[in-house]
């Protein structure tokens, strides 16, 4: 991709990603409903996210919370590979078609417990978590690679901390706290409750 993130992200149609009443709302910078209880994210704050991920052409990235595939695109189009896991069926396979459609074929979709990352591919040179984890799930740590970068929420429903958590060439993981996010819930393992 020769343009910047931002160059992409202002020319990618949010409203491709919306198949409910919402689409006419899709050029508000507001997170909208997808069904299912689940949202599209606010588009700058999934600009800020993809810029802070900072996604390179040799990089292989997990995301965790497929949802429509907006943010899968913005990934998609920077990374080499992107691995993205969705615990509801529906969402994936429609996030799938969507991205199928709009030509990319560098993602490999997951339906699954995204907390638990998707152990079959790591290590991971950047991890993205688009819903609102309870802690850092070890898994994710334990999948980033030396050198990586992962960002995720983390707190409790209604207003959280997105960090930026960085892995050193030596193994060390540090994090430090980029703004004040309110997310969904993450599910599973490492969420709030199983969902079910
Ligand atoms: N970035 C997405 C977009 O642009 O449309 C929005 C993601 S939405 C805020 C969060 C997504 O995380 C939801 O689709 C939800 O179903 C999913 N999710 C929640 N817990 C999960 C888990 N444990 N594993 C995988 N996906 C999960």
Known sequence: MRCSIEEYYRKLDRSLFIDNVNKNWADLDRP???????TISQPSLVLAMTQQLNPQSHDRVLEIGTGSGYQTALLAAFAQEVFTVERIAELSSKARQRLDRM???NIQYK???GSLGWPEFEPYDKIMVTAAAAAIPDEL???LGLGGRMIIPVGPPGMQELLL???SRQGQVTSRILEQVV???LKGRYGWGTGD
Do not use: N, R, T
């Not at 909208?32 to 689940?38: E, N, R, S, V, W």
């Open 103 to 105: 030509g990319f074929v």
């Open 183 to 185: 997310f969904v819930e």
């Open 165 to 167: 958590v960085k892995k």
């Open 111 to 113: 339906i699954g417990d």
């Open 32 to 38: 909208l409903p997808i069904g299912f209880g689940q």
């Open 141 to 143: 740590i334990q999948q």
